[in-house]
């Protein structure tokens, strides 16, 4: 098994899991409600959005990170 191949296998479970955690997010659209300001009074934030913020936001940078590398070739073999 090549680093190149290894490298495209965690790539490739980055992008499922990133799948899976946006679908796991809740809507955040505030429709027409969002212009008057309204959308704002009743947030709350939770330990576990917040967690979940920071696990999708850091299977995107791996994701685009070895989407980078995988595109350059700058792995060997």
Known sequence: MTVTSVVQIIWVFSALGLIILVLLHS???DGLGGLGGQAQLFTSTKSAEVTLNRVTWALTVIFMGLAVVL??????G
């Not at 595109?71 to 060997?76: G, I, Q």
């Open 27 to 29: 809507p955040k659209g």
């Open 71 to 76: 595109s350059a070739n700058w792995l060997p």
